[in-house]
């Protein structure tokens, strides 16, 4: 391999360390600001200040596109923003009841939803090795459920893994209507527009369940912003570059890095340390998980 094309391959590998490092700090940044906000109200800040930084660029060097997008688009784009607030609402609250480690392994089942979810709609191909890693996935999620209530980390463990799985459901359906919209609709103005309907959302929900969404100590607004400014925007913006310079199958198994980056900042600064029975069954789903993308490798992510 010569050098220029080693250099180039050096900065979307980068891009993916980077990306893997950003997300998985979410779950720390929510665990931080859950000791005064709602987690309404964390999901609804970290969408509505993601949207707030994207806005301005979007409209000044997109602008052509905002106006050309149909009203069918609308509502696919209202049904994508749905989709995304209720997977920040219900993975965000998962945290308060199950560890980081189960939360994070277990919302990050949703290429497995994906998959079965386009089988169910579209048809597409369904195969042995995607049967099989569903099924791993799933052995570990029964393990990890099983872990939890041995734990006692809260009273309601399984209502907390039940909340990471409806979480991975949720983006799953996020995925599958971006797929639809992302091959007329440019990365920038897409994430804008959907990030901005999940956050009109979940503030009227939050609103509508008067959930406070100010009032909290400076140090809370702090971890609102970097759970905003680090997860949603640099580590999604990093995996998005990387799709433009490696193999989509590389870059999804790679972004698996996540549940493994969490759970050892939950054990650095939260002192969650996983049991041997949790290590096996995140294992599990992160086995199935790559053997499911291994065999969708013709299959483009969009983000």
Same mark, same amino acid.
């Given at each position: 391999?010569?050098?220029? %094309? ?12 980077? =990306? ?7 779950? #720390? ?12 109200? #964390?999901? +609804? ?6 949207? &707030? ?21 609308? +509502?696919?784009?209202?049904?994508? =923003? ?35 979810? +386009? ?43 039940? &909340? ?26 897409? #994430? ?16 509508? &369940? ?18 905003? $400014? $680090?997860?949603?925007?640099? =580590? ?31 054990? $650095?600064? $939260? ?6 029975? %949790? ?9 199935? #998980? ?14």
């Amino acid at each position: 391999m010569s050098g220029d %094309k080693r250099s180039r391959l050096w900065a979307p590998r980068l891009a993916l360390l980077t =990306g893997i490092a950003a997300v998985s700090m979410g779950s #720390i940044f929510v665990r931080f600001a859950q000791a005064e906000a709602s987690s309404l109200a #964390i999901a +609804a800040w970290r969408l509505s200040l993601a949207t &707030l930084f994207l806005l301005p660029v979007s409209w000044l060097r997109h602008r052509s596109q905002w106006r050309s997008v149909r009203g069918r688009d609308w +509502a696919w784009i209202a049904a994508a =923003g749905a989709c995304l607030a209720v997977h920040f609402a219900t993975w965000i609250t998962s945290l308060e009841y199950t560890s980081v480690a189960s939360s994070v392994a277990l919302v990050s089942t949703s290429p497995l939803w994906v998959a079965l979810l +386009a089988w169910i709609f579209w048809r597409e191909s369904l195969t042995r090795s995607l049967l099989a890693g569903l099924a791993l996935a799933l052995g570990g999620s029964l393990m990890i459920s099983f872990a939890e209530t041995r734990a006692a980390i809260s009273s309601k463990p399984l209502l907390g893994n039940a &909340l990471a799985m409806a979480g991975a459901l949720a983006v799953s359906g996020y995925w599958l209507i971006g797929r639809h919209l992302r091959r007329r609709m440019p990365l920038i103005p897409y #994430i804008t527009m959907v990030y901005g309907s999940a956050a009109m959302l979940l503030l009227a929900v939050a609103v509508l &369940l008067r959930q406070p969404l100010a009032g909290f100590r400076p140090s809370i607004y702090v971890w609102l912003l970097l759970l905003a $400014l $680090l997860p949603q925007l640099l =580590g999604h913006s990093s995996f998005n570059w990387a799709l433009g310079h490696l193999p989509a199958s590389y870059v999804a198994i790679a972004t698996l890095g996540e549940p493994v980056g969490a759970a050892l900042l939950a054990s $650095l600064f $939260l002192g969650e340390f996983p049991s041997p029975l %949790k290590i096996a069954a995140a294992f599990l789903i992160l086995t199935g #998980i790559t053997l499911a993308l291994h065999q969708r490798k013709g299959s483009r992510p969009s983000g």
